[in-house]
């Protein structure tokens, strides 16, 4: 049953709880703060609501299930669920909202960066500048560039949008085709092979769901011209991890990665010695900006929950069945 207004009491770390009365002017009694590495059952209790602001939120999130078996809203910071007791979740959490699209703008400035990056041929550069030589490479231009972006949700349009401001080509790839700014077509998800025939590279901005597992495999790869870059700030699990080393290894394919089939990745993983692999530590997104943002939609949120008002990147009923189709995927592969 839901909760009266002056009965909603959101439980928060110290620091956020700081945060949230100073910057936001959020009622220091509508908060129920705790400190340490998780929350004691007494805080837990005294809540209806909690924030989900934890370097392991899946551990605090299976803290609190264990403690309270009801609640009337959590907010997770991440975009994706898959790190999360979702089974659980879905039937003890009444609204769930995320971080969704607070991170667009770093993850296309980092999409554009490993373009730039492949086009000017800096790493060729710099590896020859480092072995004493003056390298006169011809270089490419990004306008007039195909590049096809499979995922147009809140991250893809928005690196659509920058891309298109460079004069790039974008081609979409989407389960619905709509038009989309920045995108000059978007086509269906059954044309993905053809289009990529003409790609000078593939960008891939999808979740984990069981019908985004294993997309790209070794014949969607082989249909890409010679040079061309792979660039994933999606989910690992949308490629498939021996297909794409052996294309990078061989030196027929490059690729630029923000997320990993092993996170961290292991020292003695050969990803660490190809040449034509742009890498980063899955955390493109974190910027200044992006901190703030993610602590300005859960001050919304909040603000929405204790007033009893529309909240911002609700989860909706179809995203709870792709990611517990996507538990049940897991389950069944292991």
């Given at each position: 049953m839901a909760?009266?207004?002056?009965?909603?009491?959101?439980?928060?770390?110290e620091?956020?709880?700081?945060?949230?009365?100073?910057e936001?002017a959020?009622?220091a009694e509508?908060?129920v703060?705790?400190?340490?590495?998780?929350?004691?059952?007494?805080?837990i209790?005294?809540?209806?609501?909690?924030?989900?602001w934890?370097?392991?939120?899946?551990?605090?999130?299976?803290?609190?299930?264990?403690?309270k078996r009801r609640?009337?809203?959590m907010?997770?910071?991440w975009t994706?669920?898959e790190?999360?007791?979702?089974?659980?979740?879905?039937?003890?959490?009444?609204?769930l909202t995320?971080?969704?699209g607070?991170?667009?703008l770093?993850?296309a400035e980092w999409?554009?960066?490993?373009?730039?990056?492949?086009?000017k041929r800096?790493q060729?550069?710099?590896?020859?500048?480092q072995r004493?030589?003056?390298?006169?490479?011809?270089?490419?231009?990004?306008?007039k560039?195909?590049v096809?972006?499979?995922?147009?949700g809140?991250?893809g349009?928005?690196i659509a949008r920058?891309?298109?401001?460079?004069?790039?080509?974008?081609?979409?790839?989407?389960r619905r085709v709509?038009r989309?700014?920045?995108?000059?077509q978007?086509?269906p998800?059954?044309?993905?092979?053809?289009?990529?025939?003409?790609a000078?590279?593939l960008?891939?901005v999808l979740?984990?769901?069981?019908s985004?597992?294993?997309?790209?495999?070794?014949?969607?790869l082989s249909?890409?011209p010679?040079?061309?870059l792979?660039?994933?700030?999606?989910?690992?699990?949308?490629?498939?991890e021996?297909?794409?080393?052996?294309?990078?290894?061989?030196?027929?394919?490059?690729?630029?990665?923000d997320v990993?089939w092993t996170?961290?990745?292991?020292a003695e993983s050969p990803?660490?010695?190809?040449a034509?692999?742009?890498?980063?530590?899955h955390?493109?997104?974190?910027?200044?900006?992006?901190?703030?943002?993610?602590?300005?939609r859960v001050?919304a949120n909040l603000?929405?929950?204790?007033?009893?008002?529309?909240?911002?990147?609700?989860?909706?009923a179809?995203e709870w069945?792709?990611?517990?189709a996507?538990?049940?995927?897991?389950?069944?592969?292991?």
């Open positions: 909760q009266t207004a002056s009965s909603r009491r959101v439980l928060v770390p620091k956020l709880a700081r945060t949230l009365i100073g936001f959020i009622p509508a908060l703060p705790w400190a340490g590495e998780l929350p004691p059952a007494e805080a209790q005294q809540a209806t609501a909690a924030i989900l934890h370097r392991n939120p899946g551990q605090l999130c299976r803290h609190l299930l264990q403690h609640w009337e809203w907010h997770s910071l994706g669920m790190h999360l007791p979702v089974s659980e979740l879905h039937r003890a959490v009444r609204v995320t971080g969704k607070t991170g667009a770093p993850l999409v554009l960066l490993a373009l730039l990056w492949h086009g800096v060729e550069i710099l590896e020859g500048f004493g030589q003056w390298p006169s490479l011809e270089l490419a231009e990004l306008e560039t195909t096809v972006l499979v995922g147009l809140a991250v349009r928005r920058l891309l298109a401001a460079c004069g790039v080509r974008v081609v979409g790839v989407a709509r989309t700014p920045g995108c000059a978007v086509v998800l059954s044309e993905l092979q053809s289009v990529c025939r003409q000078r590279a960008v891939l979740p984990a769901t069981p985004t597992a294993g997309l790209v495999d070794a014949k969607l249909v890409l010679d040079g061309a792979v660039v994933n700030v999606g989910r690992a699990v949308v490629v498939d021996q297909a794409l080393w052996a294309e990078v290894a061989s030196g027929r394919l490059w690729a630029a990665l990993w996170e961290p990745l292991p990803w660490r010695h190809v034509q692999l742009l890498p980063s530590p955390n493109a997104y974190r910027t200044t900006g992006a901190v703030k943002r993610h602590a300005q001050a603000q929405a929950y204790l007033q009893g008002t529309r909240m911002q990147a609700v989860v909706s179809r069945r792709e990611i517990l996507w538990e049940a995927y897991e389950g069944s592969s292991v």
